[in-house]
């Protein structure tokens, strides 16, 4: 088996939280020099952006220094760089910090706030809003929640440690429980458990339901009804993306403020932040990996259409 490189420490500081860009030269090529290479890698670049930051010393090796354009190309060179941050809209909403020792943090994210970096949500995101916060820079995330969903997302403290935790999500060593506001439906009959296929395709908003064996488990309960709406518990067995909203949506009742299920309505415009769609990570609970304690952790929030529903519809429609 072909072992892994070593990824040597980057020798840039981050930026508002965010790290620089990092880059290996591929063993299996050959260009003639560093910038042949990477103006071809980074074609997506404004045209020149790339041979600006060669020839203002933005691209530094291993040691920090400078590389040049005309440097010769030398498989397994390793090279980092900042991108140019984005101009994000600030989402207006407190991150809270529910528990917090030598080797988690654990978030109450709100809605409309990225876990991690990626495309246009970068400082906005909830990983560089807890480095910059908290003075954590070696903060990562043991898994992703959705951008348009809030509650609870694990963040490790220590690089060799993430593995351990990310284990725990990927052989479904934690229990995840949801709240979402939907229609209630009394020709529905919960509790029920539902099963499907999921596929969700690159480039694609919406994923969907298709034939074949399940590869997404729910069981979705009713807590309580408020005349037309219900507020619901869903127990997530697998982790698909969008999978809550699908099956929600497979049901009949589609979460409350969703843009994707049963319809994509289009992007929540950047700043538009009257309508979040109603559903709430509400609790994680596992045992840690590396202490052995018992984690039970409960989000804070509440989901708006359920305190008033009149005035979240008059908002939406606003």
Known sequence: MRRKPRIPPSPLPQRQGVDPVRVRLPVSEDWAT???????????????????????????GVDGHPVAARTPYTPGLWLWFHRDLPLEVPVPFALEVVHRDAHLVVADKPHF??????????????????????????????????????GLVLFTVRPEERGAYQTLFSTRQVRKEYEAIAPYDPSL?????????????????????????PNAETLVELIERKGALGRYRLTPRTGQTHQLRVHMSGLGVPILGDPLYPEVTGPVPAGDFRRPLQLLARRLEFTDPVTGVEHRLRSGRTLRAWESYQDWAGRRDG
Do not use: F, N, Q, W
């Open 113 to 150: 706030l990225a876990t991690t970096p990626r495309g246009g949500h970068v400082t906005e995101t909830a990983l560089a809003r807890l480095r910059r916060e908290l003075g954590i820079p070696t903060l990562g995330a043991a898994h992703r929640l959705d951008r348009l969903t809030a």
């Open 34 to 60: 560093v910038g042949d290479y990477l103006v071809a890698r980074l074609s997506g670049a404004a045209p020149g952006v790339v041979a600006d930051m060669l020839a203002s010393g933005l691209v530094v």
């Open 189 to 213: 009959t919960v509790p029920r458990t539902v099963r499907s296929r999921i596929l969700k395709e690159r480039g694609v908003p919406a994923a969907r339901e298709v034939e074949g064996a």
